[in-house]
Protein backbone atom coordinates (compact mmCIF):
# COMPACT_ATOMS: atom_id res chain seq x y z
CA UNK A 1 0.00 0.00 0.00
CA UNK A 2 0.84 3.64 -1.05
CA UNK A 3 1.12 6.57 0.80
CA UNK A 4 1.01 10.44 0.06
CA UNK A 5 -0.92 13.35 0.78
CA UNK A 6 -1.28 17.04 -1.20
CA UNK A 7 -1.97 20.48 0.39
CA UNK A 8 -4.82 22.34 -1.19
CA UNK A 9 -6.49 25.83 -0.89
CA UNK A 10 -9.93 26.23 -0.96
CA UNK A 11 -11.02 29.32 -1.44
CA UNK A 12 -14.72 30.36 0.22
CA UNK A 13 -18.00 31.55 -1.88
CA UNK A 14 -18.16 34.21 0.97
CA UNK A 15 -16.35 35.00 3.85
CA UNK A 16 -17.58 32.72 6.66
CA UNK A 17 -17.80 34.74 9.84
CA UNK A 18 -18.04 33.05 13.45
CA UNK A 19 -17.37 34.08 17.04
CA UNK A 20 -13.95 32.32 16.56
CA UNK A 21 -13.21 35.31 13.73
CA UNK A 22 -13.83 35.69 9.60
CA UNK A 23 -12.46 33.10 7.00
CA UNK A 24 -12.05 33.50 3.07
CA UNK A 25 -10.12 30.05 2.71
CA UNK A 26 -9.78 26.44 4.03
CA UNK A 27 -6.20 24.63 3.72
CA UNK A 28 -6.89 21.02 3.65
CA UNK A 29 -4.91 17.49 3.42
CA UNK A 30 -6.07 15.25 0.99
CA UNK A 31 -4.59 12.12 2.14
CA UNK A 32 -4.59 9.30 -0.45
CA UNK A 33 -3.87 5.35 -0.25
CA UNK A 34 -3.09 3.23 -2.91
CA UNK A 35 -3.08 -0.82 -3.40
CA UNK A 36 -3.22 -2.02 -6.72
CA UNK A 37 -4.03 0.60 -8.91
CA UNK A 38 -7.03 1.51 -6.54
CA UNK A 39 -7.07 4.83 -5.24
CA UNK A 40 -9.13 5.94 -1.71
CA UNK A 41 -9.01 9.12 -0.39
CA UNK A 42 -9.79 11.33 3.21
CA UNK A 43 -9.54 14.68 4.03
CA UNK A 44 -8.48 16.94 7.30
CA UNK A 45 -8.81 20.89 7.38
CA UNK A 46 -6.34 23.31 9.51
CA UNK A 47 -8.34 24.58 12.27
CA UNK A 48 -6.80 27.81 14.15
CA UNK A 49 -8.96 27.48 16.74
CA UNK A 50 -8.56 23.40 17.66
CA UNK A 51 -4.90 24.19 16.99
CA UNK A 52 -4.49 22.31 13.96
CA UNK A 53 -1.88 23.03 11.62
CA UNK A 54 -1.29 21.47 8.33
CA UNK A 55 2.58 21.07 8.65
CA UNK A 56 2.67 19.33 11.72
CA UNK A 57 -0.13 17.10 10.36
CA UNK A 58 2.36 16.25 7.17
CA UNK A 59 5.23 15.85 9.94
CA UNK A 60 3.16 13.38 11.42
CA UNK A 61 2.49 11.61 8.04
CA UNK A 62 5.87 11.46 7.26
CA UNK A 63 6.91 9.90 10.36
CA UNK A 64 4.75 7.06 10.54
CA UNK A 65 4.64 6.41 6.57
CA UNK A 66 6.71 3.51 6.92
CA UNK A 67 4.34 1.70 9.47
CA UNK A 68 0.72 3.09 7.39
CA UNK A 69 2.28 1.90 3.90
CA UNK A 70 3.11 -1.87 5.74
CA UNK A 71 -0.45 -2.17 7.19
CA UNK A 72 -2.19 -5.27 5.40
CA UNK A 73 -5.07 -5.33 3.57
CA UNK A 74 -7.80 -6.33 5.92
CA UNK A 75 -10.54 -4.94 7.35
CA UNK A 76 -10.81 -1.85 8.17
CA UNK A 77 -11.52 -1.54 11.96
CA UNK A 78 -8.08 -3.48 11.96
CA UNK A 79 -6.40 -1.07 9.55
CA UNK A 80 -8.22 1.50 12.09
CA UNK A 81 -6.95 -0.52 15.58
CA UNK A 82 -3.21 -0.04 14.04
CA UNK A 83 -2.88 3.46 12.66
CA UNK A 84 -4.62 4.79 16.50
CA UNK A 85 -1.74 2.45 18.63
CA UNK A 86 0.51 5.38 16.37
CA UNK A 87 -1.54 8.29 18.72
CA UNK A 88 -1.30 10.80 15.74
CA UNK A 89 -3.82 13.33 15.69
CA UNK A 90 -7.59 12.45 15.76
CA UNK A 91 -7.42 14.82 12.36
CA UNK A 92 -5.14 13.07 10.81
CA UNK A 93 -6.56 9.46 12.04
CA UNK A 94 -9.90 10.47 10.37
CA UNK A 95 -8.19 11.07 6.83
CA UNK A 96 -6.60 7.74 7.17
CA UNK A 97 -9.23 6.08 8.18
CA UNK A 98 -11.82 7.64 5.51
CA UNK A 99 -9.29 6.27 2.75
CA UNK A 100 -8.62 3.25 4.03
CA UNK A 101 -12.51 2.67 4.12
CA UNK A 102 -13.05 4.03 0.40
CA UNK A 103 -9.99 2.03 -0.55
CA UNK A 104 -10.92 -1.36 0.79
CA UNK A 105 -14.92 -0.81 -0.77
CA UNK A 106 -13.28 0.08 -4.06
CA UNK A 107 -11.32 -3.33 -4.00
CA UNK A 108 -14.09 -4.97 -2.30
CA UNK A 109 -16.72 -3.32 -5.07
CA UNK A 110 -19.07 -2.82 -2.69
CA UNK A 111 -20.10 0.57 -1.08
CA UNK A 112 -19.63 1.79 2.83
CA UNK A 113 -23.51 1.27 2.90
CA UNK A 114 -23.40 -2.52 1.87
CA UNK A 115 -20.31 -3.07 3.85
CA UNK A 116 -22.48 -2.04 7.03
CA UNK A 117 -25.81 -3.01 6.12
CA UNK A 118 -26.76 0.65 6.63
CA UNK A 119 -30.27 1.20 5.46
CA UNK A 120 -30.19 4.83 3.59
CA UNK A 121 -34.21 5.00 2.44
CA UNK A 122 -34.57 7.45 5.33
CA UNK A 123 -31.88 10.82 5.44
CA UNK A 124 -31.96 13.87 7.11
CA UNK A 125 -31.42 16.91 5.62
CA UNK A 126 -28.31 18.90 5.87
CA UNK A 127 -28.54 22.61 7.97
CA UNK A 128 -27.10 25.42 5.64
CA UNK A 129 -24.97 27.49 7.86
CA UNK A 130 -25.72 30.93 7.67
CA UNK A 131 -22.43 33.47 9.00
CA UNK A 132 -22.62 36.08 11.67
CA UNK A 133 -24.42 39.51 10.56
CA UNK A 134 -27.56 41.52 12.30
CA UNK A 135 -30.66 39.58 12.40
CA UNK A 136 -32.52 41.02 9.64
CA UNK A 137 -29.35 40.02 7.44
CA UNK A 138 -29.54 36.50 8.24
CA UNK A 139 -32.98 36.37 7.79
CA UNK A 140 -33.31 37.87 4.49
CA UNK A 141 -30.51 34.99 3.66
CA UNK A 142 -32.64 32.73 5.32
CA UNK A 143 -35.80 33.37 3.52
CA UNK A 144 -33.93 33.89 0.01
CA UNK A 145 -32.30 30.14 0.44
CA UNK A 146 -33.54 27.33 -1.56
CA UNK A 147 -32.37 25.15 1.80
CA UNK A 148 -34.77 24.36 4.22
CA UNK A 149 -32.43 23.98 7.35
CA UNK A 150 -30.63 26.51 8.77
CA UNK A 151 -27.41 27.10 11.28
CA UNK A 152 -27.59 30.48 12.11
CA UNK A 153 -24.12 31.87 13.78
CA UNK A 154 -24.14 34.26 16.88
CA UNK A 155 -21.14 36.02 19.02
CA UNK A 156 -22.81 36.22 22.26
CA UNK A 157 -26.77 36.80 23.37
CA UNK A 158 -28.98 39.04 21.66
CA UNK A 159 -32.30 38.70 22.98
CA UNK A 160 -33.85 40.70 20.37
CA UNK A 161 -32.40 38.75 17.20
CA UNK A 162 -33.01 35.56 19.47
CA UNK A 163 -36.82 36.08 19.60
CA UNK A 164 -36.85 37.41 15.98
CA UNK A 165 -35.04 34.22 14.26
CA UNK A 166 -37.39 31.71 16.58
CA UNK A 167 -40.42 33.21 15.60
CA UNK A 168 -39.84 33.09 11.82
CA UNK A 169 -40.95 29.62 11.32
CA UNK A 170 -38.13 27.90 9.98
CA UNK A 171 -35.96 24.79 11.05
CA UNK A 172 -33.49 27.37 12.80
CA UNK A 173 -30.62 25.92 14.85
CA UNK A 174 -28.21 28.66 16.77
CA UNK A 175 -24.54 28.21 17.16
CA UNK A 176 -22.61 30.94 19.48
CA UNK A 177 -19.37 28.50 19.10
CA UNK A 178 -19.12 28.80 22.39
CA UNK A 179 -19.72 32.89 22.79
CA UNK A 180 -22.54 32.52 25.22
CA UNK A 181 -22.14 33.41 29.47
CA UNK A 182 -23.43 31.38 31.87
CA UNK A 183 -26.34 33.77 32.19
CA UNK A 184 -26.94 33.59 28.82
CA UNK A 185 -27.65 29.80 29.14
CA UNK A 186 -29.45 29.85 32.22
CA UNK A 187 -31.81 32.75 30.70
CA UNK A 188 -32.10 30.89 27.21
CA UNK A 189 -33.29 26.96 28.76
CA UNK A 190 -35.73 28.82 30.55
CA UNK A 191 -37.13 30.45 27.70
CA UNK A 192 -40.54 28.58 26.07
CA UNK A 193 -38.89 30.18 23.07
CA UNK A 194 -35.37 27.79 23.02
CA UNK A 195 -37.67 24.91 22.16
CA UNK A 196 -38.17 26.50 18.90
CA UNK A 197 -34.65 26.31 17.61
CA UNK A 198 -33.82 22.36 16.44
CA UNK A 199 -30.67 22.72 18.81
CA UNK A 200 -28.82 25.07 20.23
CA UNK A 201 -24.56 24.11 19.64
CA UNK A 202 -21.90 24.53 21.83
CA UNK A 203 -23.01 27.77 24.00
CA UNK A 204 -19.87 28.06 26.13
CA UNK A 205 -15.94 27.41 26.33
CA UNK A 206 -15.05 23.56 27.02
CA UNK A 207 -15.43 22.40 29.92
CA UNK A 208 -17.83 25.03 31.46
CA UNK A 209 -21.46 22.97 30.72
CA UNK A 210 -22.40 22.06 34.49
CA UNK A 211 -24.99 24.95 34.19
CA UNK A 212 -26.56 23.33 31.42
CA UNK A 213 -29.48 21.33 31.89
CA UNK A 214 -30.72 18.67 29.37
CA UNK A 215 -34.29 18.32 30.87
CA UNK A 216 -35.30 22.36 30.12
CA UNK A 217 -36.41 23.85 26.92
CA UNK A 218 -33.01 24.27 25.72
CA UNK A 219 -32.02 21.11 23.16
CA UNK A 220 -28.14 21.97 23.68
CA UNK A 221 -25.18 20.07 21.41
CA UNK A 222 -22.24 19.52 22.83
CA UNK A 223 -19.19 20.07 19.50
CA UNK A 224 -15.92 20.98 21.00
CA UNK A 225 -17.22 19.48 24.14
CA UNK A 226 -17.53 16.36 22.62
CA UNK A 227 -14.50 14.98 21.18
CA UNK A 228 -14.95 11.08 21.30
CA UNK A 229 -16.83 7.60 23.23
CA UNK A 230 -15.10 8.70 26.48
CA UNK A 231 -17.17 11.92 27.07
CA UNK A 232 -20.60 10.59 26.55
CA UNK A 233 -21.48 9.56 30.15
CA UNK A 234 -19.89 12.93 31.45
CA UNK A 235 -22.03 15.37 29.23
CA UNK A 236 -25.13 12.62 29.44
CA UNK A 237 -27.13 15.26 31.92
CA UNK A 238 -26.31 18.44 30.18
CA UNK A 239 -26.05 18.11 27.20
CA UNK A 240 -29.26 16.50 24.92
CA UNK A 241 -27.62 15.99 21.43
CA UNK A 242 -24.03 15.46 20.52
CA UNK A 243 -21.76 16.66 17.36
CA UNK A 244 -20.28 13.82 15.50
CA UNK A 245 -17.37 14.92 13.40
CA UNK A 246 -15.07 12.62 12.04
CA UNK A 247 -11.88 14.52 12.43
CA UNK A 248 -12.46 15.15 16.31
CA UNK A 249 -13.38 11.38 17.04
CA UNK A 250 -10.51 9.98 14.60
CA UNK A 251 -13.15 8.90 11.62
CA UNK A 252 -15.49 6.65 10.15
CA UNK A 253 -14.82 3.28 12.49
CA UNK A 254 -14.96 4.98 16.04
CA UNK A 255 -17.69 7.11 14.70
CA UNK A 256 -20.30 3.75 14.26
CA UNK A 257 -19.46 2.97 17.40
CA UNK A 258 -19.64 6.64 19.28
CA UNK A 259 -22.97 6.31 17.61
CA UNK A 260 -24.30 3.07 18.88
CA UNK A 261 -22.92 3.73 22.46
CA UNK A 262 -24.71 7.16 22.29
CA UNK A 263 -28.24 5.59 21.42
CA UNK A 264 -28.15 3.78 24.44
CA UNK A 265 -27.54 6.90 25.99
CA UNK A 266 -31.21 8.64 24.24
CA UNK A 267 -28.75 10.83 22.47
CA UNK A 268 -29.85 12.97 19.58
CA UNK A 269 -27.33 12.83 16.94
CA UNK A 270 -25.75 15.15 14.73
CA UNK A 271 -23.12 14.24 11.84
CA UNK A 272 -21.18 17.76 11.32
CA UNK A 273 -18.07 18.78 9.21
CA UNK A 274 -15.61 20.98 9.28
CA UNK A 275 -15.66 23.53 5.95
CA UNK A 276 -14.07 20.86 3.37
CA UNK A 277 -14.36 19.59 -0.20
CA UNK A 278 -16.75 16.74 -1.27
CA UNK A 279 -13.91 14.10 -0.40
CA UNK A 280 -14.14 15.02 3.71
CA UNK A 281 -18.14 15.66 3.00
CA UNK A 282 -18.45 12.12 1.20
CA UNK A 283 -17.33 10.57 4.66
CA UNK A 284 -19.59 12.12 6.85
CA UNK A 285 -22.31 11.53 4.37
CA UNK A 286 -22.41 7.74 4.68
CA UNK A 287 -23.72 8.30 8.02
CA UNK A 288 -26.48 10.33 7.69
CA UNK A 289 -29.10 7.89 7.82
CA UNK A 290 -28.05 7.21 11.14
CA UNK A 291 -28.75 10.54 12.69
CA UNK A 292 -31.14 12.57 13.45
CA UNK A 293 -29.77 16.14 12.31
CA UNK A 294 -26.52 16.46 9.60
CA UNK A 295 -24.96 19.99 9.26
CA UNK A 296 -22.87 18.79 6.05
CA UNK A 297 -22.73 21.87 3.74
CA UNK A 298 -18.93 22.51 3.94
CA UNK A 299 -18.43 21.24 0.26
CA UNK A 300 -21.06 24.00 -0.85
CA UNK A 301 -19.51 27.01 1.11
CA UNK A 302 -16.25 26.56 -1.16
CA UNK A 303 -16.11 27.95 -4.53
CA UNK A 304 -14.38 25.60 -6.52
CA UNK A 305 -14.42 21.67 -6.23
CA UNK A 306 -11.75 19.01 -6.28
CA UNK A 307 -13.25 15.96 -6.20
CA UNK A 308 -16.97 14.25 -6.52
CA UNK A 309 -18.76 11.93 -5.08
CA UNK A 310 -21.91 12.37 -2.87
CA UNK A 311 -23.57 15.34 -2.86
CA UNK A 312 -26.04 17.76 -1.31
CA UNK A 313 -28.33 19.47 -2.92
CA UNK A 314 -30.00 22.38 -1.49
CA UNK A 315 -29.81 20.48 1.85
CA UNK A 316 -30.93 17.41 0.23
CA UNK A 317 -27.97 14.31 0.89
CA UNK A 318 -27.24 12.64 -1.89
CA UNK A 319 -24.94 9.97 -1.08
CA UNK A 320 -22.64 8.07 -3.88
CA UNK A 321 -23.68 4.24 -3.91
CA UNK A 322 -20.19 3.81 -5.98
CA UNK A 323 -17.74 1.37 -4.28
CA UNK A 324 -15.93 2.69 -0.91
CA UNK A 325 -17.03 6.03 -0.31
CA UNK A 326 -17.68 6.93 -4.13
CA UNK A 327 -14.67 9.92 -4.12
CA UNK A 328 -12.75 10.50 -7.29
CA UNK A 329 -10.30 13.47 -7.39
CA UNK A 330 -11.65 16.01 -10.11
Known amino acids: MKLTWQKVKLPLKETFSISYGDYSFREALIVTLEYKGFLG ?32 ITEPQHFYFNVNKMHLSSFITSALDCAYWDLYGKLENRSFLELNKIDFRSIPESSITISIATAEEQIKKIEKSSWNKFKVKCKGLDKESFYKLSDLGKDIALDSNASFTLEDCRWIQNQKSASKFTYLEQPMPVKNFTGLSRDKFANWMADEDFQNENNLVSLHSYYRSINIKLVKCGGLTPALNIIKEARKLNYKIMIGCMTESTVGISAGAVLAPLADYCDLDGANLIAQEIACGSQIINGKIEISEKPGLGIKLL
Open 41 to 72: YGECTAIDYYGIDLDDLINQLTRSKALIENQQ
